[in-house]
């Protein structure tokens, strides 16, 4: 009996071995070749069933056919391990149970071989195992428990952390179905001819079921067939119950006459009283059990009810998720707005309401017409599954990027929103409550919805864009009204410049032929002399410089726009820089008694500068500080390093404050615009250093042009405009010690027969801006060692007029040789007339 049983079980297991071979090609080739090796091996255990039990294998006595069977059994299970690892797509486990699995294999094999007490051959070895035991049956028993125990575990750890419904459910099926092969395998190695029998049918039915899992798509819902069988066991319950209380009624009856009349009115009765019963308990079990509802015709009629006449593309999209989670008990929904390009392909954008209080941008996604998916929604109009989109052959085509976005979103369903022949929506759900899948009654439930909310979408979806063009609009023409103004602006600036300019132009002009009048009438007279025409030319060669400052001024603001400035760089000591930027200014500051100090400055490193450029910044910014404090009033100079906290990169940083009129917060930025000037310009003053005798405006351009063109930052803090609480300003310059390769606009400065470097790429000056975070993005550093002394007051030695426009050659050279003269002396002390401090003590200001 046992003969036939394993030959019947042996073909049942070649036909399964059929049935996968067909479906190889869409279940995969990996899982596939599990599967036939599982089957495979479990052929051989029921082939291993004919061989007589006391049959001795080449003649080796511990090698009878119970051995044989407990070595099948355990390769049985070391490979549907594997196959199991495979169905729940764990790669890195199928290598685990295999290399752990075949290495216990081997020890079972070898111990009972080796061993002499082993008696795996024997048929009541596992019985006898507490008596007898051997290290190769522990070892065999405790390796089918821990195969067991472990391969369960795993997949319920899968089924609880699945992220797709359908893909718990197969987990939840391969869990429910795993026990028969494992039990079956065990059992098949029983010397009892009954269980070992059992064993192979339960082994059978459970790789049938194995089988059926790895060639489906879609297993059969679990939870939702255990409810049914529940279900229907219960009212089963009720209708035995109801028969059996009426045949013991029955048999309490008397055999009399009217016996038949009394067991009609007994079965009458039993039915009266079953029929509300059973229809309460299939209410109820249908209510709790299986969690359906008998009103969905109602909540349709509330959703379409609730939509209609709604424009609001928020309140309706708000309806639609909520109704659909109350249908369908979903954890989340969504709607997904699809939206056409102009290359025919569509957008894909999931709604997100303005008052969310998710403000994270959802991602956005794009559809082709000859995609899959596109063809199932619109063509076909019919729910796409994400469960589908993942594992069917049939969109295996679907563009990447389109499939990692419908995978971020999370969701389980997508059903079409088409109207007029237009794909306008998705309506999307989450997983349900229960996390169990989709049944067809649900999927159409959620295709009626689609179909219900379209009308209503679309209407909103306009109104939607109708105010979307109408603030479009009312931003062009609030951004029109403000370019108007900056226009008019702009027009007003150039008028004043036009008259600043003409005053600034005129009054060197006039000098200039005053004097050539006066040289030309003295000379006809023969009137001029040597010391009277040295007085004349003097002040010609002072109108000639103002008149070239102002035209070299203008040009380099022309080469700031067009980004066509030149710097050179040369090693530059910020002492040396700062004092020749001052040296032209010392007179006018003791003139108006102010005091101008600066420390800090000695124990700077040298930077790469372009020597002329930076004096003329600084000087416009010393200069600015200069116009715009009073008489006896300070300016001060100080210098330290800072350490930019993002680039690791060194910089110096050069502090110009003053005790001025101070600047309005709102033009902080304005003053570095060109031609920006504060007050009328009606009441100009010609004047170069005068209090409030302000210039054509392009002083503090030029400065933040050439300090961005280095690399470095220029800006301005101050607590306001108050000309007599006189508040002051602080003007902060930031360069770097090296500049980065792309700020570098030439290579650095070469001497005379040196080769010329390769071109460097051309670098454009960036607006000016106020940096943002400065104090958190650049700290003091530590490491910098104190100056020499703690003040160093300039003094006025041999005035040198710095001319920004004369001829760059010849500005490097002096520059140069200046700071080659002065490198081995300090900054030297000098005060306004009647400042006795001494110059080795701050003044006190």
């Known amino acids: 009996m046992s003969s036939l049983i394993a030959i019947a079980v042996g073909l049942a297991y070649i036909a399964l071995m059929g049935s996968a071979w067909r479906f190889r090609e869409s279940a995969g080739s990996s899982i596939m070749s599990w599967l036939l090796a599982t089957l495979s091996i479990a052929a051989l255990t029921s082939v291993i069933g004919i061989v007589p039990r006391d049959t001795d294998i080449l003649g080796v006595s511990h090698l009878g056919q119970p051995a044989l069977a407990v070595y099948a059994a355990s390769l049985l299970l070391i490979i549907y391990s594997a196959l199991t690892a495979a169905f729940l797509q764990q790669p890195r486990a199928i290598r685990l149970w295999s290399a752990l699995g075949g290495v216990w294999w081997i020890a079972v094999v070898i111990l009972s071989l080796v061993d002499g007490n082993a008696s795996l051959a024997a048929e009541t070895w596992i019985s006898a195992i507490g008596e007898n035991p051997h290290a190769a049956g522990l070892l065999a028993i405790a390796g089918w428990l821990a195969l067991s125990g472990v391969l369960l575990i795993s997949i319920f750890e899968k089924f609880y952390t699945a992220r797709l419904p359908e893909l718990a459910n197969q987990a939840l099926f391969w869990g429910v179905v795993t026990p028969l092969p494992l039990l079956g395998a065990i059992m098949g190695a029983s010397s009892v001819a009954f269980l070992r029998e059992t064993g192979w049918i339960i082994q059978l039915v459970g790789l049938a079921s194995v089988t059926y899992g790895v060639i489906s798509l879609r297993v059969v819902d679990v939870r939702e067939t255990l409810r049914i069988a529940t279900v229907n066991i219960s009212l089963m319950l009720v209708t035995v119950i109801a028969v059996l209380v009426a045949l013991l009624v029955a048999e309490e009856i008397e055999a009399e006459a009217n016996r038949v009349v009394v067991l009609a009115g007994v079965a009458l009765a039993t039915a009266a009283i079953h029929a509300p019963i059973y229809a309460v308990s299939n209410a109820f079990a249908n209510r709790v059990i299986l969690r359906t509802t008998d009103d969905l015709a109602t909540e349709i009629n509330q959703f379409t009810q609730a939509i209609t006449g709604v424009f609001e593309l928020s309140e309706v999209t708000d309806v639609m998720i909520q109704t659909l989670r109350d249908v369908l008990r979903l954890k989340r929904s969504s709607v997904l707005l699809i939206s056409p390009l102009e290359d025919g392909a569509f957008e894909i954008e999931p709604y997100q309401p303005k008052h969310s209080a998710n403000n994270a941008t959802m991602p956005r996604g794009h559809l082709t017409a000859d995609s899959p998916i596109y063809q199932r929604l619109f063509e076909q109009r019919e729910v796409l599954l994400q469960y589908d989109l993942d594992y069917k052959p049939e969109y295996t085509a679907v563009d990447p990027t389109t499939r990692n976005f419908f995978k971020q979103l999370h969701l389980a369903a997508y059903a079409p929103i088409v109207v007029q022949g237009q794909l306008i929506a998705l309506l999307a759900c989450g997983p349900k409550l229960n996390d169990t899948p989709f049944s067809e009654r649900e999927l159409a439930t959620l295709k009626t919805l689609a179909n219900q909310a379209g009308i209503a979408l679309r209407n909103a979806r306009l109104v939607s864009d109708l105010r979307t063009r109408e603030h479009d609009i009312a931003e062009s023409n609030r951004r029109l009204e403000a370019a108007k103004r900056q226009l008019e602006a702009l027009d007003a600036v150039k008028t004043d410049f036009i008259t600043i300019a003409s005053h600034e132009l005129r009054t060197p002009l006039a000098q200039i032929r005053g004097h050539t009048d006066i040289i030309d009438a003295m000379n006809e007279q023969g009137m001029l002399d040597q010391d009277q025409l040295y007085g004349l030319t003097t002040n010609l060669r002072k109108a000639a410089d103002r008149l070239e400052s102002l035209i070299g001024d203008m040009l380099d603001v022309s080469q700031l726009d067009l980004s066509a400035m030149d710097l050179r760089f040369v090693e530059a000591s910020i002492e040396n820089v700062v004092r020749m930027a001052i040296e032209p200014l010392q007179e006018s500051i003791r003139n108006r008694r102010q005091s101008l100090t600066a420390r800090g400055l000695r124990g700077l490193p040298p930077i790469q500068a372009d020597m002329q450029r930076l004096v ?179 003094e006025e030695t041999n005035p040198t007029v710095f001319n920004p426009s004369a001829s760059r050659a010849g500005l490097t050279a002096a520059a140069l040789a200046a700071a080659q003269e002065q490198s081995e002396h300090g900054l030297e002390s000098a005060h306004p007339p009647g400042d006795k401090t001494p110059p080795d003590e701050p003044p006190e200001n």
Do not use: C
């Open 616 to 794: 003329q910044a600084i000087r416009n910014v010393v200069l600015n500080a200069v116009k715009f404090t009073p008489d006896s009033g300070r300016i001060e100079i100080t210098g330290r390093m800072l350490t930019d906290q993002q680039t690791g990169q060194q910089q110096v940083q050069i502090t110009i404050s003053d005790s001025g009129i101070g600047i309005d917060k709102q033009n902080q930025e304005a003053i570095f615009q060109k031609f920006f000037r504060i007050g009328d310009p009606g009441l100009h003053s010609t004047g170069a250093t005068k209090f409030m005798g302000a210039g054509p405006g392009l002083g503090l351009t030029i400065a933040q042009g050439v300090i961005q063109g280095h690399g470095g930052r220029i800006w301005a803090e101050s607590d306001g405009y108050d000309p007599e609480k006189l508040p002051g300003s602080t003007f902060y310059i930031v360069l770097p010690l090296q500049p980065p390769v792309g700020e570098r606009r030439v290579m650095s400065f070469r001497l005379a027969g040196e080769a010329s470097p390769p071109d460097t790429d051309e670098v454009r000056p960036t607006q000016p801006k106020k940096p943002e975070g400065l104090a958190d993005r650049v700290q003091p550093n530590s490491d910098q060692e104190p100056p020499a002394e703690e003040d160093e007051v300039f």
